[in-house]
């Protein structure tokens, strides 16, 4: 499977690892990992993208509507792992002022 999620910190906090291609056939499993999953319960999300090797505008917009859906500004949600082709899309997007990056 492409996109993986996995609770940890007694369900506090959700990581979310996608692996090769982050584009928009992976729409539903990436939504999946975190739309209504413990009940509202996990307090932190992470998106490991230490697998990716691909991602495009679509993949921008589902990170998006993952924050958007989490809550918008009080969303905590952090972007690890990325290599530097993927560093550089999410900087150009600016999505360091959205997303903590690590």
Request: proline content about 1%.
């Amino acid at each position: 499977m492409p996109v993986t999620s996995e609770l940890t910190n007694e369900g506090g906090t959700i990581t979310i690892k996608v692996s090769g291609r982050f584009d928009f056939a992976v729409q539903n499993e990436f939504r999946d990992c975190y739309y209504n999953v413990n009940e509202g319960k996990a307090t932190k999300f992470i998106v490991d993208m230490s697998g990716t090797n691909y991602m495009d505008s679509s993949a921008l917009g589902m990170l998006l509507m993952m924050r958007e859906y989490l809550g918008g500004n009080d969303a905590d949600i952090s972007i690890t792992n990325s290599s530097a082709d993927i560093k550089n899309i999410l900087t150009v997007a600016n999505f360091q002022s959205l997303f903590s990056m690590a």
